[in-house]
């Protein structure tokens, strides 16, 4: 089983939508979750950081938090063509130090 | 305030060779983690610096080392070059007691 995993897609969504992205992990003891985007040929991008269960809300990101189903989600509300983008779920491990552990990333594609 | 930079931005080398990827954080931060992302893969970690001090190892050879600098910024070294190191190498750096992390723009190489 891989520590994080995410769906890789293409997850194609309408302009104006709402995108929700998923991810899972392994360890039950992380504490640390970030959502990064990384547009072709650039480098990652942070969108947002969660550490409690629940939802945080960031403009129109929000980042949801299940640590109980080891679930972290990322809903992307009136999507916009410029969200078209790979999204990356990294998880921090508990026990450990600073050390960002990604999915593989779900390609994300809104379009017009 | 200054991101994090790298340097070079594209680097093409042969099977065999050395090469030495650059990195200056952003200011303040302290800690300085090397990723190495293959096409289509997330960012895989390669070790952290902090304090001029290897802080943490990921499943790479011992090929791969990096230094850390009284101004914090870093240098990743890979020796013996193999064709399977063609990748985007990323740094990223985090300000003291944080686990946000931020990327530079990253190194591609591409090992022929």
């Known amino acids: 089983q891989k520590e994080v995993e995410q769906n890789s897609g293409p997850l194609s969504v309408p302009e104006g939508a709402i ?3 998923n991810c899972t992990y392994s360890d039950r003891g992380s504490q640390s979750f970030f959502w990064y985007r990384q547009y072709s040929g650039k480098s990652p991008e942070l969108i ?6 629940g939802d945080k809300e960031d403009g129109r990101f929000t980042a949801q938090l299940n640590k109980a189903s080891q679930y972290v989600s990322l809903l992307i509300r009136d999507s916009q063509p410029s969200d078209s983008a790979t999204y990356l779920c990294a998880v921090i491990l508990s026990g450990g130090y600073n050390k ?5 990333g779900t390609r994300l594609a809104v379009h017009p | 305030e200054t991101g994090v930079t790298q340097s070079p931005t594209h680097l093409i080398k ?11 954080s952003q200011s303040g931060h302290n800690t300085v983690s090397w990723y190495q992302q293959a096409l289509g893969q997330g960012p895989q970690f390669i070790f952290q610096y902090y304090r001029e001090e290897e802080n943490g190892r990921g499943n790479f050879p011992p090929r791969f ?8 910024s870093s240098e990743l070294n890979v020796n013996a070059l193999e064709l399977d190191d ?7 750096s985090s300000l ?6 931020y990327f530079g723009p990253g190194t591609r190489l591409l090992v022929l």
Not at chain 2, 14 to 24: A, K, M, N, P, W
Not at chain 2, 65 to 72: A, E, K, T, V
């Open chain 2, 65 to 72: 080392s990096g230094l850390q600098f009284p101004n914090y």
């Open chain 1, 48 to 53: 947002m950081s969660i550490y409690s269960n």
């Open chain 2, 14 to 24: 042969t099977r065999g060779q050395q090469v030495t990827l650059r990195c200056s």
């Open chain 2, 86 to 92: 063609s990748a985007l190498y990323l740094c990223a």
């Open chain 2, 96 to 101: 003291p007691g944080e686990e946000t992390q």
């Open chain 1, 100 to 104: 960002l552990i990604f999915g593989a």
């Open chain 1, 19 to 21: 995108a929700s992205l």
